[in-house]
C-alpha cells in the first residue's frame, strides 16, 4: 500500500493542512535597483497596492515604491518567514526592526496582536535583485492565541544542514528550520509556539536532492496522528514511494511511514511541512485567525481601538540603507 494520500497542484499559495494554515511561494525576478530601493523600470501596466500580476517575472504586491507588504496587522498565530534569495526589511509595532534574508529565517508570533511591515530592498543596482521566499502560517492553539507577541530571527549561519549521500554518491541536503532531523537539533522557536511544544511534531525542512538521488524520509516521531505534506515546487519530477509525481505538486502522505524519494535529471527541490493537528475549530478572516466569528470581530475592534500597540516608525513601509548588512534589533534581544 503507497504511503500517498493524495497530489494536488501548486500555485503562489499551498494548500495547507493542520496545524498549518497557509504557506506562499514568492520567486520574483526583480530588476536593478533605481539607488532608492526601487525598481529601476516603470511601473506601467501594474495594479500599484494590488499588484499580484507576476509583469516581467516579478510583483510589486502591496507596495507602492518598494516591493512588499507594508504595515499591516496580524493576531492567533504565527509566521515562519524562510528566505532562500534576496532581503527583508522587516519593522513592527513592538519597535522591532531587522534586515535578514540569504537563507535566514524570521519567527514571528503574533499571539494578542502585533503590527509588522516586510519590504523586499532592491539593493543592487548593476544587476538584478533575484528575490525566493517561503512565508508560512502555523496555528496557535486556543490557550496561546492572546499570548505577547515575540520576534525572533534564527540565521542561516546557525541553522543546521545535514547533506546524505546515496550508494551512487548523489547528495541529499536537509535543512532543518523546525523539527529534529537525525542528530540535527533544529534552533529553538518562539516560547508559545506550538512547534515549542514537545509532542507537537512540527518539522519545516527544506529538501534539496540532486540529479538522480535516493533518500528515504523518515517516519514522523509522532506516527499517523501527525499531518504531513511534501511540495515539490522545483525539478521536473520525483518519484515518492514508487509512484511518479510531476514538477508543482503536493504530495500528502502518511506521516508515520519511512518514504523512499527519488529525484528524477536535474535534481529536485521540497519543502515538508508536519506537525500534529490542532483539531480547534478555525475562523479567520484577513490578518486574524481565532476559533470564533465573535473572536475575530474582538480582533477587529481591539484594532481599531488600540492599533496593537501602534506604529513607532515615520511611515508604513519603512526600509534600511542599501549598504546595511543583515541585522535585528528586538526587545526580547536586549
Not at 500517498?4 to 520574483?28: E, G, I, K, Y
Not at 546524505?164 to 547528495?171: C, L, V
Not at 540535527?184 to 534539496?208: C, F, G, K, Q, T
Not at 514511494?241 to 505538486?249: C, K, L, N, P, T
Amino acid at each position: 500500500m503507497t504511503s500517498v494520500l493524495r497530489t494536488f497542484p501548486l500555485s503562489m499559495q499551498w494548500p495547507t493542512v493542520d496545524p498549518f494554515l497557509f504557506c506562499a511561494h514568492h520567486n520574483d525576478a526583480y530588476p536593478s535597483g533605481d539607488g532608492s530601493l526601487a525598481p529601476s523600470t516603470s511601473l506601467d501596466g501594474r495594479d500599484i497596492g494590488q499588484d499580484f500580476s507576476n509583469l516581467d517575472g516579478w510583483s510589486m504586491y502591496h507596495g507602492s515604491t518598494v516591493p512588499g507588504f507594508p504595515q499591516h496587522p496580524h493576531r492567533g498565530f504565527e509566521t515562519i518567514t524562510y528566505v532562500r534569495r534576496g532581503l527583508i526589511d522587516h519593522s513592527d509595532s513592538l519597535g522591532a526592526t531587522a534586515r535578514f534574508g540569504r537563507g535566514d529565517v524570521q519567527w514571528l508570533t503574533a499571539g494578542s496582536g502585533i503590527q509588522h511591515c516586510e519590504m523586499f530592498p532592491l539593493v543592487n543596482t548593476d544587476v538584478g535583485n533575484p528575490t525566493e521566499l517561503f512565508q508560512i502560517w502555523l496555528n496557535l492553539p486556543a490557550s496561546d492565541k492572546m499570548v505577547d507577541p515575540y520576534f525572533t530571527m534564527l540565521w542561516a549561519d546557525d541553522i543546521p544542514k545535514i547533506v546524505e549521500t546515496d550508494g551512487a554518491g548523489n547528495s541529499t541536503t536537509v535543512t532543518v528550520i523546525a523539527g529534529k532531523y537525525r542528530d540535527a537539533v533544529p534552533l529553538s522557536p518562539p516560547p508559545n509556539s506550538w512547534a515549542a511544544r514537545p509532542h507537537s511534531d512540527v518539522a519545516v525542512w527544506h529538501i534539496e536532492l540532486d540529479s538522480g538521488a535516493s533518500w528515504t524520509l523518515p517516519g514522523a516521531r509522532g506516527g499517523n496522528d501527525s499531518s504531513r505534506v511534501l511540495y515539490l515546487f522545483d525539478g521536473v519530477g520525483l518519484t515518492v514511494d514508487g509512484e511518479v509525481v510531476e514538477s508543482s505538486q503536493a504530495i500528502e502522505l502518511k506521516s508515520g511511514d519511512d518514504v523512499a524519494l527519488f529525484a528524477h535529471q536535474g535534481g529536485a527541490e521540497c519543502m515538508l511541512l508536519q506537525g500534529q493537528p490542532l483539531r480547534e475549530p478555525v475562523a479567520r478572516y484577513g490578518p486574524f485567525v481565532m476559533n470564533t466569528k465573535a473572536e475575530v470581530q474582538a480582533a477587529f475592534e481591539d484594532y481599531q481601538r488600540t492599533e496593537f500597540g501602534g506604529w513607532p516608525w515615520a511611515s508604513a513601509d519603512p526600509v534600511h540603507p542599501a549598504d546595511q548588512e543583515r541585522f535585528s534589533r528586538t526587545l526580547n534581544d536586549v
